[in-house]
Structure formats: structure tokens, C-alpha cells
């Protein structure tokens, strides 16, 4: 299959948008710990606003990466009748380039931001920039260290995503063939399970991102039918599944360790994994009525132009707005509740207005920044 349904279509573009708008809801959990793995064990005492934003930050919401990585893929190996390298030569433009931007941009945020004594004091708390016991400030920084921030590890932490995809992208020809070749395809997935399941991941290699860009690769090479669910299992009971898991997840981060103890930590990557995989079944296959809603109204499709956009600026943004309003405001439970609903919600709204307002006077400068999307 080299067209696209327009079924299908629809729900790339819908999912693509509706996985950046959940990405800012996660970034902008603000309970202690703050950074979110799939066995972070809350610091707070129960609460029931502490156990919402749990259960949707680290339980619901984390298909979103996965399924960027699936649809990245899918497309992908859609457009195999050109070239890899010349392929790879737009990618440079389309996600190389606006990699570097951002993440010269981030670093230009942060030293607009250390300026002055409040920006400064902003910068220390989020612990953005932070290199050793001694050293907390980008004004730290040596110049190759500057470099690193740069070209591997940005301040925008969010784009690691384009760093490893643009790596998975110059290894497809290899992806492929593991792929297509019957006897190394089970090796080859087995691989990429183990180090999705282990959580592995180092710069331009990772688990997550590597498992299900190749299962995208794998849906389109063998014209999987990701349009309409064939199953045995009924969508409900994947719907239940990926719902019940995400609860118990949840409870178990604020009470697991009284009776699970040393086995805390593993039940629950468990049952991360487990929300991830029934959560890509359940949003993807039962959501063809809602996709088409959203997909009729002109001003969700409007929205939906803005992806990249609000992906690039939310981060570090939503850190140094987050960790300042919880110092000020943090007055209780529903002072985390209103933090956690609101503060994304007016970074993609700024994020939103900057792209609209770039997009209509700067239209070149735009497209740099986001590579040709939106338009």
C-alpha cells in the first residue's frame, strides 16, 4: 500500500497533534519526584488531585511517545520509492535543522533568563543546567561543555525525540531488511523488545523509540490493516485493560512499597509497558468517532497545524513557569491541580499565538523552525 486511506490520514494528523498537546500535560507534572520514569514511586502523601495527575502524567498520557514513533515510521517506509540518501538529505533539512534552532534557542532562553537575580534564581531551582555540586548556571559552562548542550543533550529536553528518529531514519535500509527478512525478524524484534521492556537508552540509541518506529516500518511493509481492528480480544476489554492498569499503577506509586518492598520498582515498569501497549490498541482503534469529529471542524484542523510548534517551545518553558508557580502558589493539593491543568494548557495557547503570528509575517523563518509543517 503506497496511498494512505483517508481514514487513516485523518488519524495520523489527529494522533500527531493530540500526542504533542498530552507530551506538554506530562513535561508539566509538577508533584514530587518532578521527572517522570515508568517506576517513579510518589514523594507526597495520597491525595486525591495528586492520584489524577499521577494516573494521567504516568499513566494514561504515555502512549503518546510511541505512537509518534510508529506513525514516524509507518510514513517512512510509505516513501521508499525514493532514495535513503536523498531521503536523508531533506531530513537535514526537516529535523536536523530545526533540532539545532531550538536548541540554540534554549540556551539563549536560559541566558536571557540569568541576567537577572530573579531569572537567575529560576534557572538554580529548575536545576536545567546543572553539571557538578559546584557548578548550577549556563554562565558554568566551558566552551566544549556549550557544545554538548548544543548538538547532544539541548536544553530542550523534548528533542531527543528528533535526535533519535533522524538516527533511526539513516539506519532504515538496515531497520528494512530485519524487517522484511522472515529469519532475522524475530531476532531483530526480540532485540528491540528487550530494550523497550529494560527502559535502555543512550543518545542516538534507545528502546522505546527503536521498537515502535519498526513496528510502523512492519505495519506498511507487510500492509498490516491499521485501519479497521481485526482482533479476537474486543476493543472494550482492551479499552478496560489500559484503564484498570493505569489505576493500579497509580495506587501502587503511593502505596506499593508497604506491601510489595523490593518488588515495587519492577511491577511497576511492568505495568507501564502494559499501559503503553494496551493504550496504543485502545486510542488508536476505538477512536475512529472521534477522530472524524475533530477532523471535521475547521478550527481543531487549524489547531492541528501547529504540532511542531508547541512540541519546540514548550520545554524548557514549562520547567522554569512550573517549578517558579509551585514555589510562590504550592498551598496545597489543588494548588498542584490547578498547576497541572492550566499551565500547559497556556503554554500551547502562547505556543499557538507565536507560531500563528511567525507563520503569517515570517513564513520563511518559520518553516525553518519547523521544518515545513504547518502550512
Not at 554562565?139 to 533511526?168: G, H, K
Not at 506498511?220 to 479499552?239: A, D, M, P, R, V
Not at 519492577?266 to 499501559?275: E, G, Q, R, S, Y
Request: a positive charge; aromatic letters at 22%.
Amino acid at each position: 500500500m503506497n496511498i494512505l486511506s483517508a481514514q487513516v490520514s485523518a488519524k495520523f494528523k489527529f494522533w500527531s497533534f493530540v500526542s504533542m498537546i498530552l507530551l506538554v500535560f506530562v513535561h508539566g507534572y509538577n508533584m514530587e519526584l518532578r521527572y517522570l520514569q515508568p517506576w517513579t514511586i510518589t514523594n507526597e502523601p495520597f491525595t486525591m488531585t495528586g492520584f489524577i495527575e499521577y494516573f494521567l502524567a504516568n499513566g494514561l498520557f504515555r502512549f503518546r511517545i510511541p505512537m509518534l514513533f510508529i506513525i514516524s515510521g509507518y510514513l517512512y517506509a510509505l516513501h521508499d520509492y525514493k532514495p535513503n540518501n536523498q531521503r536523508i538529505g531533506k531530513r537535514s533539512r526537516t529535523l536536523l535543522l530545526p533540532y539545532l534552532l531550538w536548541s540554540a534557542f534554549g540556551l539563549l532562553l536560559i541566558f536571557a533568563f540569568e541576567l537577572s537575580p530573579a531569572g537567575k534564581e529560576m534557572v538554580l531551582k529548575s536545576g536545567l543546567m546543572r553539571l557538578d555540586d559546584t557548578r548550577f548556571y549556563f554562565s558554568d559552562y566551558r566552551w566544549y561543555e556549550t557544545l554538548a548542550r548544543l548538538f547532544i543533550v539541548p536544553v530542550p529536553f523534548q528533542l531527543w525525540f528528533i535526535r533519535v528518529l533522524f538516527f533511526y531514519n539513516l539506519i532504515y535500509p538496515f531497520i528494512r531488511w530485519c524487517v522484511e527478512n522472515k529469519k532475522a525478524r524475530i531476532f531483530f524484534f526480540s532485540f528491540a523488545f528487550f530494550l523497550w521492556i529494560s527502559t535502555f537508552g543512550f543518545l542516538f540509541f534507545e528502546g522505546e523509540g527503536l521498537l515502535f518506529f519498526s513496528l510502523g516500518v512492519y505495519f506498511q511493509k507487510t500492509n498490516f490493516n491499521i485501519e479497521k481492528y481485526s482482533g479476537k480480544i474486543s476493543l472494550n476489554y482492551w479499552i478496560i485493560i489500559f484503564l484498570l492498569t493505569a489505576i493500579i499503577k497509580t495506587y501502587l506509586a503511593f502505596f506499593g512499597e508497604m506491601f510489595l518492598n523490593k518488588f515495587t520498582v519492577f511491577t511497576l515498569l511492568i505495568l507501564h509497558k502494559t499501559v503503553i501497549f494496551t493504550g496504543l490498541i485502545a486510542c488508536w482503534f476505538a477512536s475512529d468517532k472521534i477522530v472524524r469529529w475533530f477532523m471535521n471542524k475547521t478550527w481543531f484542523v487549524w489547531l492541528s497545524a501547529f504540532s511542531f510548534i508547541i512540541y519546540a517551545i514548550h520545554a524548557p518553558l514549562i520547567t522554569l513557569i512550573i517549578d517558579s508557580y509551585m514555589r510562590v502558589f504550592n498551598l496545597g493539593q489543588f494548588t498542584h491541580a490547578f498547576a497541572f491543568f492550566t499551565l500547559p494548557m497556556f503554554i500551547i495557547a502562547l505556543s499557538i499565538v507565536i507560531g500563528s503570528i511567525l507563520r503569517a509575517i515570517l513564513p520563511k523563518f518559520y518553516s525553518l523552525l519547523t521544518g515545513g509543517r504547518g502550512f
